[in-house]
């Protein structure tokens, strides 16, 4: 049986309360991700020297096109929503943190240990046939870019329950709460000197944004015309801040030397997500009932049964083919980046890209959909808590500096063996059973 077959069978069965555009926007703001991450590459190849750079730095004016694609906040959106609802069944099921987090948790890491083993292995390869350290760490950081996201994530995760509490006993004020709280190490960061500061914003910033999730799942947040409302202010702060006030304009990547909005994350990420949250629910009615054409949930629901494989593959399989590429004489990467010849030609890149990543993610996507056996006993919770950390912290330093060269001796082997404890310690090693 086909997969889209298995995807369409799927899609008729699925049940009218659920709310289809939640995977929808899952599944579109990934694909959003990853066809951004591929449009600012900008890669020359001129007489065999390869140059690397980003076309947010060759043509400044293209940053605004961050606003588009920088969609991670609707991802923390959606997933307060599924987290909020994924509570709600394990209240119903009296089934206790530890067996909810172990099964949040083993849909998060099971496809990231793939990638990491993967890349543990290559980094192995290419130490023992004599490639210099430098260019294994920028492969791999270039590759292993999209990790970050799950190094909070996974954090998020484990604290939902708590954040789902402040959200059903003090509604928007635990909303507000974080937003305060963003904003206060902002200032501190730009008026205060405490630039360290500034990378607790990782948790402020994005469990803010979860905590609108949760709103949605409660329906509270007003009429579309309020949504609009709440999206208009939040939209006109954003741009006076960027023109008017320190933040730069791009709000994903770091163009601008020594400031960024995303590394780590600023308030102008959290206002973005407030104009993205009430922009997308003030369409939620009609967009629900497009979803009800069977084909259109059918391609959403194949989406989201790969999407972590999806998105953490697309930018090894970029490194990949430019490495094929550029050992065949740097076909393909001959125009001058930001030039017209070249601007025409990404349609054709992106092409490619997905010609070759969707066979590499239909192969790898199986084991995203295992699951934990029904009758496996799920470790207890504080090692699971433990064990989510290790995972974090490691990811976060795989990141940052890849495998190769880093700042410290055996700073990639550390950082993976991280990953492995803390993924034993929480059960994860091996995944088990079928969903």
Not at 49 to 63: E, K, N, R
Not at 362 to 374: D, F, V
Request: hydrophobic share 55%; with cysteine.
């Amino acid at each position: 049986m086909g997969i889209w077959t298995q995807a369409r069978m799927l899609a008729e069965r699925t049940t009218d309360d659920r709310n289809r555009y939640v995977d929808f926007l899952r599944a579109v703001s990934i694909l959003a991700v990853v066809t951004g991450h591929w449009l600012i590459v900008a890669i020359h190849i001129d007489g065999g020297a390869p140059s690397y750079s980003d076309i947010l730095v060759l043509q400044p004016q293209t940053q605004w096109l961050t606003w588009l694609f920088q969609v991670m906040p609707v991802f923390f959106i959606v997933g307060g929503y599924a987290n909020a609802v994924s509570l709600e069944s394990a209240r119903r099921d009296r089934a206790s943190y530890a067996d909810w987090l172990a099964r949040r948790l083993n849909r998060l890491v099971s496809p990231l240990l793939v990638l990491l083993v993967a890349w543990a292995g290559l980094a192995a390869i290419l130490y023992f046939a004599g490639v210099s350290g430098s260019v294994t760490r920028l492969a791999s950081r270039a590759s292993l870019i999209p990790i970050w996201f799950l190094a909070i994530y996974i954090m998020v995760v484990v604290l939902a329950p708590a954040t789902y509490a402040a959200w059903r006993r003090w509604r928007f004020g635990s909303f507000w709460a974080l937003v305060l709280l963003a904003v206060l190490v902002d200032v501190a960061f730009f008026l205060a000197g405490q630039q360290w500061l500034g990378w607790t914003n990782y948790f402020w910033v994005w469990l803010a944004v979860h905590q609108l999730g949760y709103a949605w799942r409660d329906g509270v947040s007003g009429t579309p015309r309020r949504l609009l409302g709440y999206a208009a202010v939040a939209a006109v702060i954003l741009v006076s801040l960027v023109t008017q006030g320190p933040y730069p304009v791009a709000m994903a990547g770091s163009p601008d030397d020594g400031l960024s909005n995303s590394l780590p994350p600023k308030f102008t990420l959290l206002l973005l997500g407030i104009v993205q949250y009430g922009v997308l629910l003030s369409i939620e009615a009609p967009m629900r009932r497009v979803l009800s054409n069977l084909s259109l949930w059918a391609a959403t629901v194949l989406i989201n049964s790969m999407i972590m494989t999806l998105y953490l593959w697309h930018l090894t399989v970029m490194v990949i083919l430019v490495a094929l590429a550029y050992a065949a004489g740097g076909f393909g990467f001959g125009l001058e980046p930001g030039t017209e010849a070249w601007w025409w030609t990404r349609p054709v890149w992106i092409g490619c890209l997905y010609a070759v990543l969707l066979p590499v993610t239909l192969l790898l996507s199986p084991l995203e959909r295992r699951a934990r056996a029904g009758d496996a006993p799920a470790p207890a919770a504080g090692r699971q808590v433990a064990g989510a950390t290790l995972i974090c912290l490691g990811v976060a330093l795989l990141a940052r500096y890849g495998f190769g060269d880093s700042p410290l001796p055996y700073l990639d082997i550390g950082a993976f063996l991280l990953v492995v404890a803390g993924s034993a310690a929480s059960g994860l090693l091996p995944a088990s059973g079928r969903r």
